[in-house]
């Protein structure tokens, strides 16, 4: 019996299906091809219907580029107007994508030469490893404990960005500069900071704030790419008010909290687990990763705060490594100039109007898809055509630059964080040819950093992404504005973040 039949997978339209969880619930929404519904795997649909039938959830949506994760698929939107869910957020709190335009054309970097000196001042200044910051690196930006706490408290503020070299300006082009706490002020963060450090709760503080302005490991990555413009009138319409210019080199990076994030996410779930045990509540699906606390708790407030230190962590992280290229840049190949076009997440909740009504967005590998008009962008760059949607994909089929389309509704405005996995790490690393891997990244002529390009990293180990891409526009939800080109990439072997 296929896994399509087992679950009782409706479809509703060539790109999109309802799954039934069973019970008296709306189905859950799934965003896909039939092709792509192949892909979700029996533990994928079980862990959504888990989490749809979870206390307090109203919506769940299955995006293409779905996979099972720890309690809820990568890959959903779980919408709850009362309960906080950390599992649909998982342990790399506000993993994000953001990309750089750079005024060069794409003849700047066809030369290897010029290409292996970027890829070395990159990595004299932005580290790759799981545990490394900073102080690994040649040319560091110096991240002392009190920027660091200023950092986690204040997300991308004026001052925290002028002490780190990054331009205020770019905090304009963000999904959230900043977050605060549960009670919407940076008190209850810079309080709650406090009790983590005095109780132990953060270790290594110091060490864990000289992450700022690095990758770390798995499927992170800095890439270098030129943008190539779709050739009609909306995508150069869109393009231009995104600020992107094609034939000209970007730089696009993938990354989230570090080590900060992980050590918030993993004492939450170890907090409430502990609770839950004591309390003897019972567990949706029998999964310690889908603990949750009510709203207005002691336990939900907790966590909104730690979820905001760690998402300011997030933002300013990545700031700062759009700084370090562009200074990266400039030094190889004098006189580049860069702007910041976007930064968004796709491991966050955020409070936004579902239905009519305030209600928690978790999005889970699942990125923000607002299309112009949308009330949210009110006052921002992208009021009157919608923002950017950054999408990687694969260094060798491209990443994808989109705008949402009105039919983003049905999936809580939302769309797939990129191509999802197919093939699990182990796996990968198990049955895929090391050589045949690299001599395709070399027939492509794209550099990497690596000495041998990791296996679980490899295009091989993810979906089909132009099959992922015909889901989301196809299902009416978005529609492609660029297509990013890679010509080398920044990664790092180590087992990933999130």
Known sequence: MSTEAKFEMLPSGEATAILPTGGRT??????????????????CLQQAINSRLAPGVTELVLNPDAHCGFGAPVGCVLVSPTHIYPGPVGVDIKCSMSLLQTNLQADAVSDRRTRRALIDAICERTPTGAGRGQRHVKKARHVDEALG??????GASREVCEALG????????????????????????????????????????????SQLGSYGGGNHFGECEVVHVEKSERAARVADAFGIEDGRVAFLSHCGSRGMGHQLATGQFRTLQGKFALWDIPLPGADRELVYAPLGTPE???????????????TVNHLLINALVLEAFAEVIPGTTGRLVY?????????????????????KGATRAFPGGHPALRNTPFADVGHPILLPGNPQAGSSIMVADPGADKSCYSVNHGAGRTMGRKQAIRTLDQAQIDRSFDAADILTNCRTYPKDE????????????????????ATEVARLKARFVIKDGDKADD
Not at 300 to 314: I, K, S, T, V, W
Not at 458 to 477: C, H, I, M, Q, W
């Open 458 to 477: 490899a295009p091989a180990a993810y979906k089909d992404f132009n099959e992922v891409l015909r889901s989301v526009t196809t299902a009416g939800l």
């Open 343 to 363: 930064f968004i997440s796709h491991n966050i909740a955020r409070r936004e109007i579902v239905d009519g009504r305030p209600a928690w967005v978790h999005r």
């Open 300 to 314: 939900a407030d907790e966590y909104l705060d730690d979820m905001a230190l760690g998402a300011n962590f997030a």
């Open 149 to 154: 706490r200023r950092a986690l408290v204040e």
């Open 166 to 209: 990054i331009p205020p300006a770019w905090a304009e082009r963000c999904e959230d500069a900043a977050h605060l706490g549960h009670d919407d002020t940076t008190a209850a963060l810079a309080e709650r900071l406090d009790r983590l450090l005095i109780g132990g709760r953060i270790r290594n503080f110091d060490n864990a704030v």
């Open 26 to 43: 709306k189905p859950i929404t799934v965003i896909g091809t039939e092709a792509i519904r192949g892909t979700f795997d029996e533990l």
